[in-house]
């Protein structure tokens, strides 16, 4: 009895150490999970499942091998297989990038191929519809990848959405958050209809996913997984086979029903009938096809041929349909209007847009629009006194025609053509004043050198009354009087030339500063300050500007001279020379108080040879002078006086480039 004991604690003894090291022979290999159903997803209740999990488990069975599966999205499982958190991963495709950090098994799991699902009443059917389009990608997927470069190569514009897995790019589909995703077909197979969603039968990229390990680590798992995948994909009969019959058709048998077998020998006789038509009809089709694309081509090639016409004209020109309504515009159309882009004006009513009101304000009847003109009566219109608004409110002057268009003898809208004149009329406005200026100035000239022209023929003639009767006495009066009215001819003639140079001889502007310039004329004019003893002040701290100096000076000399010559009987004569800020502008000033000037003659004097002092001397053209200069500089000089012996102020301004900082 005590030997019988003694064996069976010694066989207890022995089978519990052999169970013991077969515990500890046990290994763990930990595996990133993810869900991309049906081959690793987690369940409702919080377990791994999927035919990846139920052929992991056979081979575990089979080789020790206890699988934890590490469950997160597909990109957090790649970071985990770097960090070597985990050991293994699933569903991996071939990238140089994860060729760095990881091992591939030598035998594919799976062959696979991206796929574009949508709602089930989505109109997506092909490629170029998902332009302006959102969708859904699993961030880090390959088949994501590949879809991106897909409508990159046909130039489509569309929103990529990247979420952690398929599930949530299924979800985000069928809560219309986007309009369709991009998934591996096996995952699209298994859980469109879950979902209520359909494939567009986009489908792209095909390629096979592996196991993998982290780099140069595991080598004898991998070596072990290649060789039952090896195995067992070549039997229908295998653990993986069956599993993933189970997990994809929903049940582990692989034998084909027999009704399947007599419905695919139908369907193949059906298509072996069927595919001769189908030949005979692809012919047709190529032939028909081919004709249309070729006429296409042809009507593409014309259509761009006269889009680039154009728009490469400077002309405006829009078309409008019977309604008014613009039916094409060209690129120098949308600019003069002052808009961004065709589709701004397409459909639009372009007399409510661009012709609404008149150039005073007052509202413009459609009705009575010269380019409807064309469109309901048929004649052709020519305007170029009339505006157009642009988009920002603005108005310009326009010229446009408007022509009628006719199809098959009927009037179908118009196209107008128009152009931007406000320049040309600007310059017409010029041209007009110019031409007065002008004759204003042939009247006054031949007016003035008339005069001296008499008085010298009149004492030509006394000179040969006097030499004819032996007066030689009255002969020396006689030529003094012609010298005279030569001088004065010769100073007339002098001053207009002056004054013809002004606008076409201009010295480069300079610096420069105006109190150093008021001091330069007074000293030329000392002898004639002198003659006429008058206190003159210079407000200090004049700016500086940019002009021709030598002009600038002319107009303060001028304007001094003019302030000297009419500063009547004063018993304190004086003259101030300065400058004041109104409303932004400074104007310089040269003020007297000396005999004034009736308001009447405010514009009168700056006339040609228009004085208010006939007796006076000078030829009457100084302050006609100093006026061009100023003008010539872009400013303006003008008078103010209350009257006769209120004194003058003569004021004068310059454009704001022109001034410099003091």
Not at 178 to 204: E, P
Not at 479 to 504: Q, V
Request: charged share 25%; proline share 3%; with cysteine.
């Amino acid at each position: 009895m005590k030997k019988l004991f003694l064996l069976g604690l010694v066989a207890t003894m022995l089978l519990y150490f052999g169970i013991a090291a077969n515990a500890e022979e046990t290994r763990v290999v930990r595996v990133g999970a993810f869900n991309f159903f049906p081959g690793i997803f987690k369940n409702s209740d919080g377990e791994i499942q999927g035919f990846y999990v139920d052929a992991l488990t056979e081979i575990g069975r089979r080789e020790n091998i206890r699988f934890e599966y590490v469950f997160g999205s597909w990109s957090e499982g790649l970071e985990r297989l770097k960090s070597g958190e985990v050991d293994l991963l699933t569903s991996v495709a071939h990238t140089p990038e994860r060729e760095e950090f990881m091992d591939y098994a030598k035998t594919p799991l799976l062959t696979v191929w991206g796929e574009l699902y949508v709602p089930l009443e989505s109109p997506i059917e092909g490629i170029r519809q998902i332009e302006k389009k959102k969708v859904a990608l699993m961030k880090g997927d390959i088949s994501g990848r590949n879809f991106i470069a897909l409508v990159e190569k046909f130039h489509i514009n569309c929103t990529f959405v990247e979420l952690p897995g398929f599930d949530d790019v299924f979800k985000a589909v069928a809560e219309k958050k986007a309009d369709a995703g991009v998934v591996s077909s096996v995952f699209g197979a298994a859980r469109h209809k879950d979902s209520g969603l359909r494939s567009t039968g986009i489908v792209f990229n095909p390629f096979d996913i592996f196991f993998t390990v982290g780099k140069g680590k595991h080598q004898g798992l991998i070596t072990t997984l290649d060789s039952y995948l090896t195995t067992w994909r070549q039997q229908k009969d295998s653990a993986y086979s069956r599993a993933r019959q189970k997990w994809t058709y929903g049940s582990d048998d692989p034998t084909t029903p027999e009704w399947l077998i007599d419905s695919i020998v139908v369907l193949g006789g059906l298509m072996v009938a069927a595919s001769g038509f189908i030949i005979l009809l692809r012919r047709q089709v190529s032939r028909a096809t081919a004709t249309i694309l070729q006429r296409e081509t042809h009507l593409r090639e014309s259509t761009e041929m006269v889009t680039l016409l154009l728009n490469s004209t400077a002309e405006a020109i829009y078309g409008l349909d019977t309604q008014g309504n613009c039916t094409f515009c060209n690129a120098s159309c949308v600019s003069m209007l002052g808009y961004d882009a065709p589709e701004q004006l397409l459909g639009k009513n372009m007399h409510s847009l661009i012709h609404h009101h008149h150039v005073d304000g007052r509202p413009f009847d459609g009705r009575e629009c010269s380019i409807f003109k064309s469109f309901q009566d048929g004649t052709e219109t020519h305007m170029d006194d009339e505006v157009l608004w642009r988009s920002d409110g603005s108005s310009f002057q326009a010229e446009y025609w408007s022509h009628p268009i006719r199809h098959e003898g009927e009037i179908v809208g118009s196209v107008v053509t128009f152009l931007d004149i406000t320049t040309r009329k600007q310059y017409e406005k010029e041209l007009q004043d110019k031409n007065a200026e002008l004759e204003r100035f042939t009247y006054t000239v031949s007016h003035d050198l008339k005069s001296p022209l008499i008085t010298i023929k009149s004492f030509a003639g006394s000179i040969r009354r006097d030499l004819a009767a032996g007066r030689s006495d009255r002969l020396d009066k006689d030529l003094t009087r012609i010298e005279n009215s030569a001088d004065r001819m010769s100073s007339l003639l002098s001053d207009l030339l002056e004054l013809s140079r002004i606008g076409r001889i201009i010295a480069p502007a300079e610096l420069v500063d105006m109190n150093e310039l008021v001091n330069e004329v007074l000293n030329h004019l000392t002898g004639l300050l002198r003659e006429n003893p008058i206190q003159i002040t210079v407000q200090p701290g004049l700016p500086s500007l940019y002009c021709d100096r030598q002009r600038i000076a002319e107009v303060v000399q001028n304007l001094v001279e003019n302030a000297v010559k009419y500063m009547g009987a004063q018993q304190a004569p004086r003259i101030m020379i300065g400058m004041r800020t109104e409303q932004g502008r400074q104007i310089f000033f040269i003020q007297d108080n000396g005999s004034g000037i009736d308001p009447r003659y405010h514009t009168t004097i700056f006339g040609l040879f228009d004085k208010l002092d006939a007796g006076s001397d000078g030829t009457g053209i100084g302050l006609a002078l100093a006026k061009r200069i100023v003008e010539v500089h872009g400013g303006s000089l003008w008078v103010e006086s209350k009257g006769s012996g209120c004194g003058s102020t003569f004021c004068f301004t310059l454009d704001r480039q022109c001034l410099a900082s003091t």
